[in-house]
Structure formats: C-alpha cells, structure tokens
C-alpha cells in the first residue's frame, strides 16, 4: 500500500482528485463537477478549480469531509487487525492509503479508486450472539477466527461501539453490539431511547430491538445514507467545522447557527433545538461533533437522529454546551439558545416542555 493519488467519486460521477505529498492529502475538483455538481464540503471545498490543501491538524492530513469516509473506533481496530494479519503495520500507512481500504464501502456517498482490498476468507452468516461473543474477544485483545467476517460486515463504520452491517429486506441496517465497558441492557436502553425520541417528534430512523439469548437484545437501526442501493450525501458536524470530536469545543449556539446556514431554513433550525431539548433532558452527553450530520440530496437537510443514550463524558459535562453551560444545562439555558437564534420564546418553551414530559415518562428509570 503506497498511494499518491485516488479518485473521488459520487454516483459513478468524478468529483476530484485526491494527491498525498508531505503528509497531507490535497484535492481538486473534477473541471466537469465544477459545472454539474455541489461543494461536498460547504466551508472548506467550496466548487472552484483551485487545490485545497489541508491543515495537518485535526485530521491528519485530510479535509474533515474525507476523513468522515474513514473508520474510528470499533472499524479502524477492525482494520488495524486486518493490516497485522497482513503483515503491514498500522503506523506505516497513510490516509491516503486508509481512504483506499474504504474504497467503495464508507458511510455516505463518496468513494474512492483504484480501492486496495485484503485478502479475506469466504464468510457465512452468524448467529448474533456468537458475533457478540467474538467482538469480546477482539476487544479483549484475543484472537478471533472470524475477523475477515466482522471486518467485512463492520470494518467501514465509525463509533465505539461494535457493530456490523446487515442487509435486511433490501435495507441496509446497523447492528450494534456492547463494548467492554457496557452493562447488559444498553441494546435496550437505545431502542427506548429511540422510540422516545420519536414520541418528541424529532426524526429517528426506523429501529428494532433484536433478539438475544444472553442479554436484553441487540439494538438495530436503519442506515439514513442508503435508500435501497441508492447512496446519500452526508457530513458530519465534525467535517464541515473541521474540528475533531474528540476535543469538546461547540456550544448548541454554534449548531443552530450552521443549521440555518447550511440548511436555510426555519424548520431544520427548529429539528436541532428539538434534538438539542431531547440530549439535554434525557442525559445524553455524547452529544460531539460526530453525533450532528447533515444530508445532501438536492439540498442540505439536518440528518435523522443517531446514538442517543444516557451517557456521560469523562469530564462530567456535554460535549457541546448549552449557551455555555456543560455541567448541568436546563430550560433557563435551552431558552438562552432560543433568544439568540431568533426561535420563539413559545415555540421554545412549548418543545421543551414536551420533550420534557415524555423524556420523564418514558426514560426516568435511566436518569440521575
């Protein structure tokens, strides 16, 4: 694996090209999707003939929007184990390099040639809590005799969690199972999560809870950047802002204000203050950069909702502040954020009030 160039593409479509010189991986737009196509990163690759070239930090080398195609998490360990069983050492590979291992397989639309593959066993289907007990062992640091399996059906997604890919009824979903650090009923934790969500009216993917026999079951939910084998167009927040999840530094403030830049319009605003309410109420402070996506089909829409659940963060606060406050945000924040985007003092205290009720009707048993 020693690339310098890669093709990027959007629908059989060439979008640009990708070129890896020291250490940093620059792109130009295809001259043809300058006059056809969208800018696929609304700040930083806006549709113009000149070469971008990134900041090494925070992405190593690559514009926020590429490095959304790569795995972190649970998919570059997958893909770190595939390189050692290949000989290769993880640390002697570049992005670029990282991009051709996704080739065709990433989240979202966007892919890249010529594609650099590993050489895999054939794979059959199994049993989830079999894959459950594998994905154990490889986060155990353990040998598992089915690793061209969960590399395959899991090796191009984001996230801690452990999870694969899955072709259900002409649909592709994602199935996650628990990390190391995860009680038993997490699966189910995110379903009610999910369903709750819904009742708030904030828009969630279809989901299911999958059966189990060692635990409460497996949490499903439907990939929102397929449409059968249609590909859509999506960038996080972390991509568009190019800044690194992993270092908290938005407030929902800041959110709001992209939304209505990117989107234009009052209602996809109203969805993130919705989603805004719905992470505060029901402690869910995962709530990074990573977790805000944004969809392009024509136009750019806010994405549906994704990983909601109770959690916490190692310093005890919200990834993204509320109007400032982290620790402990409530109504009197929510509303700070409504004055300063030009949301209705009623339309705000309204949401918030519902999202409220059934966050505490539904998810009291899973809150402080």
Same mark, same amino acid.
């Given at each position: 694996m020693n690339n310098n160039k890669l093709m990027v593409h959007f629908k059989d479509e060439p979008v640009g090209i990708l070129?890896?010189?020291?250490?940093?991986?620059?792109?130009?737009?295809?001259?043809?999707?300058?006059?056809?196509?969208?800018?696929?990163s609304h700040l930083s690759l806006p549709l113009s003939n000149k070469i971008y070239t990134p900041e090494f930090?925070?992405?190593s080398g690559l514009f926020g929007i590429f490095n959304d195609s790569l795995p972190d998490g649970w998919g570059r360990l997958l893909v770190d184990r595939m390189l050692l069983k290949s000989g290769i050492k993880p640390n002697q590979i570049s992005q670029i390099d990282r991009l051709a291992i996704v080739g065709k397989e990433? *989240?979202?639309? !966007?892919?890249? $040639?010529?594609?650099?593959?590993?050489?895999?066993?054939?794979?059959?289907?199994?049993?989830l809590d079999f894959l459950s007990k594998q994905c154990s062992l490889i986060l155990e640091n353990k040998e598992s005799n089915d690793l061209d399996y969960l590399f395959q059906s899991g090796g191009s997604t984001g996230g801690k969690y452990p999870k694969i890919n899955k072709e259900i009824d002409g649909d592709e979903w994602i199935i996650k199972f628990p990390s190391s650090i995860d009680f038993e009923e997490i699966g189910l934790q995110e379903f009610l999560y999910s369903e709750c969500a819904r009742k708030c009216g904030i828009q969630i993917p279809e989901t299911r809870l999958f059966n189990s026999k060692i635990c409460d079951g497996y949490f499903g939910i439907k990939r929102f950047d397929r449409e059968g084998k249609n590909k859509i167009h999506m960038a996080s927040v972390s991509a568009l802002l190019e800044t690194s999840h992993?270092?908290?530094?938005?407030?929902? *403030?800041?959110? !709001?204000?992209? $939304?209505?830049?990117?989107?234009?319009?009052?209602?996809?605003?109203r969805k993130m203050f919705d989603l805004m309410c719905f992470n505060?109420?029901?402690?869910?402070?995962?709530?990074h950069s990573k977790n805000f996506s944004f969809i392009y089909d024509g136009c750019?829409?806010?994405?549906?909702?994704?990983?909601?659940?109770?959690?916490?963060?190692?310093y005890g606060e919200h990834a993204t502040?509320?109007?400032?406050?982290?620790?402990?945000?409530?109504?009197k924040d929510i509303l700070k954020v409504a004055d300063e985007i030009g949301i209705s003092t009623k339309y705000a205290k309204e949401s918030a009030s519902n999202i409220q009720e059934h966050v505490m009707q539904d998810l009291s048993k899973y809150l402080d």
């Open positions: 070129v890896y010189k020291d250490h940093k991986v620059s792109f130009q737009y295809n001259e043809n999707w300058i006059k056809t196509g969208f800018a696929i930090t925070p992405f990433g *989240i979202g639309a !966007l892919e890249y $040639t010529p594609e650099d593959s590993f050489q895999m066993a054939a794979t059959e289907d199994y049993d992993i270092s908290p530094n938005l407030d929902y *403030i800041q959110l !709001l204000k992209l $939304t209505m830049l990117l989107c234009k319009s009052e209602k996809e605003v505060v109420f029901s402690q869910n402070q995962d709530d750019w829409k806010l994405s549906p909702a994704y990983d909601l659940t109770k959690s916490s963060t190692m502040t509320v109007a400032g406050e982290g620790k402990n945000p409530g109504l």
